[in-house]
């Protein structure tokens, strides 16, 4: 069965520092891989997704990046965290058809 | 531009009422719309909708879909304080390779 990791649960950084959020998924290929962020009691923010390897689109300008080195994983960066950044980050996977999306626990960043 | 909107945004109510939430949208070849629950952490799948007018159902939550005016609800009957949480819809989008697009989700709180 398919299965999707997402880690840390949650995370304190200060200001300026750098952040690495990792997401794998098991049990799958090619699955279409998204990051969303979330404020609280909202909706979800689409952040970046991906329908292949090293293939990233961006859905707003922002101090954040994504990467998609091997086909099952799909990190979501900053080289420098600003307040602004604070929130709820999801990991999700599709497959091809874009049917019904799966979850990891999600990460609770909090900048300070 | 594809979007999916939800209303209301928040939605207080006491236990033993019947609410009914919406979701509109406006995406490039549509082929399914999604309902989700968010209590805590990641959100859970509650139904697939690609059909008009046919209902979908479990237990006390029901949803249907009306691709002609191009919106769907979903319902709840007789609300439990455990039916308190954020309802998402999504719409996967076939333009630009496909991505999986996300309502502002209405939060709903249920009072005993």
């Known amino acids: 069965s398919q299965t999707i990791h997402q880690w840390p649960a949650t995370l304190v950084q200060p200001v300026g520092s750098p952040l690495s959020l990792e997401c794998t998924v098991e049990?799958?290929?090619?699955?279409?891989l998204y990051w969303y962020r979330q404020a609280a009691g909202r909706g979800l923010q689409l952040l970046f997704y991906s329908v292949g390897i090293g293939q990233i689109s961006s859905e707003v300008p922002q101090n954040l990046s994504a990467s998609r080195p091997q086909d099952r994983q799909f990190i979501l960066s900053s080289k420098k965290l600003l307040l602004s950044d604070s929130g709820f980050y999801l990991c999700?996977?599709?497959?091809?058809?874009?049917?019904?999306?799966?979850f990891g626990q999600g990460t609770r960043l909090t900048v300070v | 531009e594809d979007k999916v909107v939800q209303s209301p945004l928040s939605l207080v109510v006491h236990e033993g009422d019947t609410v009914t939430l919406n979701c509109s949208y406006e995406?490039?070849?549509?082929?399914?719309l999604l309902w989700y629950k968010q209590e805590k952490k990641a959100p859970t799948f509650l139904f697939m909708l690609?059909?008009?007018?046919i209902e979908k159902k479990s237990g006390r939550l029901s949803s249907i879909l009306d691709k002609k005016e191009l919106f769907s609800i979903l319902n709840i009957t007789a609300t439990q304080t455990g039916d308190s949480a954020i309802y998402l819809c999504a719409v996967p989008s076939y333009n630009q390779g496909g991505k999986l697009i996300f309502g502002q989700g209405t939060e709903l709180s249920v009072k005993p």
């Open positions: 690609t059909s008009s007018g």
């Open positions: 999700a996977w599709t497959g091809l058809m874009n049917t019904e999306a799966f």
């Open positions: 049990g799958t290929s090619n699955p279409n």
């Open positions: 995406v490039t070849n549509f082929r399914s």
